[in-house]
Each structure stands twice: as structure tokens, then as C-alpha cells.
């Protein structure tokens, strides 16, 4: 069976899915060069780790990559070292670069110079036409149900129509996307793929440590809130010691300031408690995951998360 074909630019991936770019090391060579090679898009996250790693990730993604796949990066806008990063990633010659958590002309006119398509992180119809006119090659719109950092209170089916309507660019449909069932429900909506964070984190190739997975796998409906972070948006994490913690605004002290927000609230470090739960302790550190992490009860090796969606999508069509 031909599935429909996903085009952003040069990509053409066997399936119309892409991996989300989840930091701090979550996504990294490991998992991207993994979806890349079962047939989707991967996405190696550059925050929380230095230029060199980032370009060391990359390198080791594309010599992991067994066929034609594809590899882009994932930086952050409200981050302080987004163009370093961002220039770092051109001269790598990823696939693309995606970014979230703000808008900037410039990004836009450094992939036109250098032919690497950029694609924006969007939660809105007019956040979507804003890239599309400044030189966006697709949007990635995030509902709601989304893990990480949030840009919206709407669900992903309230957003996605309008923005489809708004721009002839390829639309991503992102938040709460786990099954078939969901791909093919984005895809008559009129996205033209589909990118999932959460389902790939319980993946035996994830770069997580297997004590951050098993947060996924162990999870309850009731499990998941929202905190305000630093960054000033609400994130979806896992309840855990820390969630009650920084709960009600409450303020952590600072060991030592990374200076790495262009604008922080100061009341935690966001970088420092995702680098702990990386380190493996999953109780005081944010464990960011999608509102539907509940219906993950196991890991698997990514090419048979693929699989499963992809058989689960012929059932529905």
C-alpha cells in the first residue's frame, strides 16, 4: 500500500511522520538517526547542550543513517545561543532546521542563503501565515495535548483546520498524536503529516535514560500537570517531587544561573531540572510528556512504533 506522500522541500520520507526535537538530550543522534532510518523525519534537540555536542550528534546521525533519511535540528528561539546554534546547524548541512518558542526574520533569511529549509513551531492560524510570508518551508502546528513547553489552550483538531486554511505550505499536526487512528484523522483534517514527541521517548533507540522512559511507561490519565516554567509558558510534565515543588509559583533556589533564557523568571532553573532528570533522577527533575503518555505500557525499538501506526492507518482509511 503507497502511503501519502509528505514533501517539505527536498524531503520525501517513506511515512509522513516526524520525530519531535524534545531537550535536554532526549532527542539526540540516537533516536533521530533511528526514525530516519525506519522511514521518517528525525530531530536531534540542540538545547541544553553545547555546539560541539550539537555538531558531534549530527555527524554521528548521518553516519548512522543506512539509506536516504533525514535529519534536521531542533533550536529555540528564547534561548540565548539560538544563532550560534542555528549557524552551527547550516554549516553541519542538515536536512532543515525547526524552531519553536518564538519568530525571527533572520532565521528565515539564513536558510534562504543557504538552502536549508526552516521550518516554525506554531499554535495559531496567524503565527502560521507570519512564517509562511517571512519564508517558513512548513509549520509544525502544537496543540494543547502537547509535552514541553505549551503555546496554546486549544486542542490540536480546533487549530489545525484553520491553519490548514490559512497557508499553502505543508502543515505538521502536532500534541497528543500516538496512533494510526490519529495520522489518519490529521491527514483528512488536511495536514500533510504528522510529528510525534512523546510515543518515541519510550523507545528502545530514545536517548534517555531507561529511568526517564520508565516515568512513560508507568504513568496514570491522573499523572500529568501543568507548570509555569521559567521560560513564561506553561509545560506539561509528569507529577513527580518536583512538580510539587515549583507548584503555586512557589521559587527554588539557584545553585548557579546558566544564563541561558534571553528572558527568565528566575523562579527555578527550567535547564537545570531537565539536566537532572537526564542525569537519571526522574523525582527532581521535570519529566516533560504529552497528555496522552498514559496509553504507552511498553518500550519498543522505533521501526515497530512505525510499523504499528502505519498498519493502524490502513484500518482507518
Not at 240 to 246: D, G, H, K, V, W
Amino acid at each position: 500500500m503507497k502511503f501519502p506522500q509528505l514533501k517539505i522541500d527536498h524531503m520525501l520520507p517513506k511515512v509522513p511522520i516526524m520525530q519531535g526535537g524534545m531537550g535536554v538530550g532526549i532527542s539526540l543522534s540516537g533516536l533521530a538517526s533511528a526514525v530516519a532510518n525506519a522511514g521518517g523525519i528525525g530531530i536531534i534537540s540542540g538545547t541544553g547542550i553545547t555546539v560541539d555536542e550539537m555538531r558531534s550528534n549530527i555527524r554521528k546521525a548521518k553516519d548512522s543513517i543506512k539509506d536516504s533519511g533525514y535529519i534536521g535540528v531542533n533550536v529555540l528561539f528564547a534561548m540565548n545561543d539560538f544563532a550560534e546554534k542555528m549557524k552551527a546547524a547550516i554549516d553541519e548541512k542538515v536536512d532543515f532546521i525547526i524552531s519553536g518558542a518564538g519568530i525571527s526574520r533572520d532565521m528565515y533569511a539564513w536558510g534562504k542563503e543557504s538552502g536549508i529549509p526552516v521550518i516554525s513551531i506554531v499554535s495559531s492560524a496567524k503565527l502560521a501565515r507570519l512564517s509562511e510570508r517571512l519564508g517558513a518551508s512548513a509549520v509544525v502546528v502544537e496543540g494543547f495535548e502537547a509535552g514541553g513547553h505549551l503555546g496554546t489552550e486549544r486542542p490540536l483538531f480546533d487549530i489545525l483546520p484553520e491553519v490548514v486554511e490559512a497557508v499553502k505550505i505543508p502543515v505538521i499536526a502536532a500534541g497528543g498524536i500516538m496512533t494510526g487512528e490519529d495520522l489518519a484523522r490529521a491527514l483528512r483534517a488536511g495536514a500533510s503529516g504528522v510529528q510525534m514527541g512523546t510515543r518515541f521517548v519510550a523507545s528502545e533507540e530514545c536517548d534517555a535514560p531507561l529511568s526517564f522512559k520508565e516515568k512513560y511507561v508507568y504513568a496514570q490519565q491522573e499523572d500529568t500537570s501543568l507548570v509555569k516554567t521559567t521560560v513564561g509558558l506553561q509545560g506539561r510534565a509528569i507529577k513527580n517531587q518536583f512538580t510539587e515543588l515549583i507548584s503555586d509559583n512557589k521559587k527554588v533556589k539557584i545553585k548557579k544561573c546558566r544564563d541561558c533564557l534571553k528572558n527568565c523568571s528566575y523562579r527555578f532553573c527550567t535547564l537545570d531540572s531537565l539536566i537532572t532528570s537526564l542525569n537519571g533522577d526522574c523525582e527532581n527533575g521535570l519529566v516533560f510528556a504529552g497528555s496522552r503518555v498514559h496509553e504507552i505500557k511498553e518500550i519498543l525499538p522505533v521501526k515497530t512504533i512505525i510499523n504499528n501506526i502505519m498498519s493502524e492507518y490502513k484500518t482507518c482509511i
